[in-house]
């Protein structure tokens, strides 16, 4: 065979490099079994000299080879490009081996005859052959080169979600593999989406997606009745579609979707390259998952898995994975970044385009993946900012697939298509939260209200009745339960609600005391942070910032409002001890010497023990005393490490940090916001803490403009909840807030 005798010659040609005596291409070449100038194949020769030759440490470049073999020129830089961008992305080998064109139409492998290209990929192609041992019938045969466990991988799955194989066949002097699986009709999801929008920008109806699969059906080269296709008895998935609006579209096609990746997750398998051109929407419109040529088994230790897949549908932990390629950043590519996947697919489908439209402007290829992780790492898209018409639940649906943060999104692939199906259902949300008002309050068949007096209006007593329906939502409910009914509120009912409306009415009384005390907190506090300001006016409003900055961070790490409160407060009250700092150590315009150095250090401590007698704020005093800690341990005053510093303090270092670097000194002008940004990058692990620093590149822009706003209402808040027991923040402090405030 052909495809054998090229692979012998190119051993051959690797053998004589590993022994220290390569052999000249030239002199392969004229073994070549096809005419070198026609054969594309003939530039892997060229490429693997090349590169053994610069892995040597020879000075040359590809117009050295250009000269020596012009008939080459044009496929020896494609191939040379190809392996470059591996190399960039993290390929650990040295040397990639040459890749050999696969079959084409009209080729015959294995005694199938390829007859009409289904699909296209980096390392595979997919047709529509004719098994000729078996009256030609119609078969989808995958060809590849003899890598992974594909086949291995499909065997363990059998859903109707998931395109099933028939065969398998192997041909080792080829290096080639071929994977029989049944003609199910239909066309890729990538091709059906772009012949939709390619007539209508905004599709309307369920029955447009259906013409369009249709339509690309019609293209493929017709098959005889009986010979391929899917047969149905009864109503089919295109009859369900038909009728369906085209979001509800999107959400049957999204939801079967899920049950398919549930099933391979429950088997161990990730599928790792999840996108549009991946899935089948078979004839009769079934949607099923196919290509699992990157897959990994999680059964098997996860140094050995290959984190590849396509950049454009990657989650944020998958882009960086492939560019460490670590085996710690790999154990992070779990069954949520397939789900990340499917979201990104669902707001395809929705769309007509990736929701994250990557710059072409990133000219290296590690630069545009780091880019990219970024661009992911910051926000959720919003599907119904291109269209309006998605439901408020679908929205939410996608957004929590897209959440940046692991943790935050579906955790498996059956909650998923639980909110799908119960989407479908005009049912309530299980997983994601309801956005829109309207929602929430869809079940409610009734209310009553009652206002809550203090003199004068302050609230209101509101009672709501369900709808019938369901007794429970719990997910962990055993079994289901039995409709709820429900009847109208009634005058007794009313009667009963009415004194706990009078009992809020004095609790409102109550919290007028509570913030006489409130008042005079804040004005002590507001004195003390007006101490510092005059103390160096250079730094005007730095405790203020510094605080605000904090809370933003908290507030995108998840933290709660009393923790937020915490944050704010320690943050206006970190260096409260310059007080005790000579005024011409803080307003010095050179640099300080070693004894000024120590002696402005001695704020923190100095600060510490002016706020030690205040038990109520005692727990806010880590973050005065530690928030020069290093996450490297070479901070002070106690050169704590890592996670030995206080949470507060860690917050409380990168908020200070970039107040300090993005406003003027007497000994430097502001830095530029990129700079200062570059500058908390590169001290990820060293100076301070990455998770921390993800956050604030999510919320930097809401960062940038703190600088514009004064003292306000947060200082207030920030009091109520230290008045409000300290700590232990429990009993009527919410419902007094929710009522006042």
């Known amino acids: 065979m052909v495809r054998s005798r090229k692979r012998a010659l190119l051993a ?30 003939a530039a892997s020769l060229l490429v693997e000299d090349y590169f053994q030759r610069r892995r040597r440490g020879d000075e040359l470049s590809l117009d050295h080879y250009h000269e020596r073999f012009p008939d080459h020129s044009r496929s020896m830089a494609a191939a040379v490009t190809v392996h470059r961008a591996f190399r960039e992305a993290g390929d650990s080998g040295s040397v990639r081996p040459p890749r050999l064109r696969l079959p084409d139409v009209g080729d015959e492998v294995f005694g199938f005859r390829m007859q009409h290209p289904l699909g296209k990929g980096s390392f595979a192609r997919v047709f529509l052959a004719g098994q000729g041992l078996l009256a030609d019938r119609p078969v989808v045969l995958k060809i590849s080169a003899i890598e992974g466990t594909e086949p291995q991988t499909l065997a363990q799955l059998q859903h109707t979600n998931i395109v099933p194989i028939d065969s398998v066949h192997e041909d080792p002097d080829a290096g080639l593999r071929a994977i029989c699986m049944p003609y199910l009709g239909g066309a890729s999801l990538s091709e059906v989406i772009k012949e939709l929008f390619a007539t209508n920008p905004a599709p309307k109806h369920g029955r447009e997606f259906v013409d369009a699969l249709k339509s690309l059906q019609a293209s493929i080269p017709d098959r005889s009745p009986g010979q391929g296709g899917a047969v149905v008895a009864g109503p089919s998935p295109l009859d369900e579609l038909r009728v369906l609006d085209y979001p509800r579209t999107a959400i049957w096609i999204s939801a079967r ?55 454009a549908y990657m989650a944020p932990e998958h882009l960086r994975a492939l560019l460490r390629q670590t085996p710690e950043l790999a154990q992070q590519v779990d069954q949520r970044s397939d789900i990340y996947s499917l979201g990104m697919v669902i707001a395809e489908i929705l769309t007509g385009f990736n929701p994250f439209q990557q710059s072409a402007s990133y000219s290296a290829f590690p630069l545009q993946i780091e880019a990219m992780a970024l661009e992911r790492s910051k926000r959720s898209p919003s599907v119904r900012e291109t269209r309006p018409d998605v439901p408020w639940g679908l929205e939410s649906v996608v957004r929590k697939c897209l959440h940046p943060d692991p943790d935050s999104r579906y955790q498996q692939a059956d909650q998923l298509a639980e909110d799908l199906r119960r989407l479908l259902d005009d049912r309530s949300l299980r997983y994601a939260p309801e956005l829109s008002q309207a929602a929430r309050f869809r079940q409610i068949s009734n209310l009553m209200a009652f206002p809550v007096l203090n003199g004068v209006p302050v609230g209101w007593l509101v009672a709501l009745n369900r709808k019938p329906g369901p007794a429970s939502d719990s997910p962990d409910s055993p079994v289901p339960q039995p409709p709820l009914q429900t009847s109208p509120f009634r005058r007794g009912d009313a009667a009963m609600l009415a004194p706990f409306a009078s009992l809020l009415g004095y609790h409102a009384r109550a919290s007028q005391r509570y913030s006489q005390v409130r008042e005079l907190l804040i004005g002590l506090t507001r004195s003390l942070t007006a101490a510092i300001d005059a103390k160096d006016s250079y730094t ?46 803080l307003g010095k315009q050179s ?89 908390l990058i590169e001290g990820i692990d060293t100076q301070w803490e990455r998770v921390v620093i993800e956050a604030f590149i999510r919320c930097k822009d809401r960062v940038h403009v703190i600088r514009q706003r004064g003292v306000g209402e947060s200082l207030c808040g920030a009091l109520d909840d230290v008045l409000r027991n300290g700590k232990d923040r429990r009993g009527l402090s919410s419902m007094v807030n929710l009522l006042v405030y």
């Open 12 to 41: 051959e040609q690797r053998a004589s490099w590993d022994e220290g005596r390569p052999v000249p291409p030239e002199e392969i070449l004229r073994r070549w079994p096809t005419d070198p100038a026609k054969d594309p194949d």
């Open 257 to 311: 979707l899920a049950e398919g990746l549930q099933h391979a997750h429950q088997r161990g398998v990730l599928h790792r390259d999840i996108k549009p051109s991946n899935i089948l929407i078979g004839a009769d419109g079934q949607p099923l998952l196919l290509d699992f040529n990157l897959a990994h088994d999680r059964n098997i230790d996860v140094e050995q898995a290959t984190i590849g897949g396509t950049i």
């Open 540 to 585: 005007f409003g730095h405790s203020e910032r510094v605080a605000r900055i904090a809370v933003e961070l908290g507030r995108e790490l998840g933290l709660p409002e009393d923790e937020l409160s915490d944050i704010y407060l320690a943050g206006l009250l970190h260096d409260i001890g310059k007080i005790g700092i000579r005024d011409e150590v």
């Open 591 to 679: 640099k300080l010497d070693d004894d000024e150095f120590e002696h402005i250090r001695q704020h923190v401590t100095i600060g510490y023990q002016i706020l030690s007698g205040l038990t109520s704020i005692s727990h806010l005093l880590p973050g005065v005393l530690y928030h020069h800690e290093r996450y490297d341990g070479r901070g002070y005053p106690e050169g704590l490490k890592g996670n030995a510093i206080p949470f507060i303090a860690r917050v409380l270092a990168v908020a200070d940090s970039y107040d300090a670097m993005s406003t003027s000194r007497p000994y430097r002008v502001a830095m530029a916001a990129d700079q200062v940004e570059r500058i």
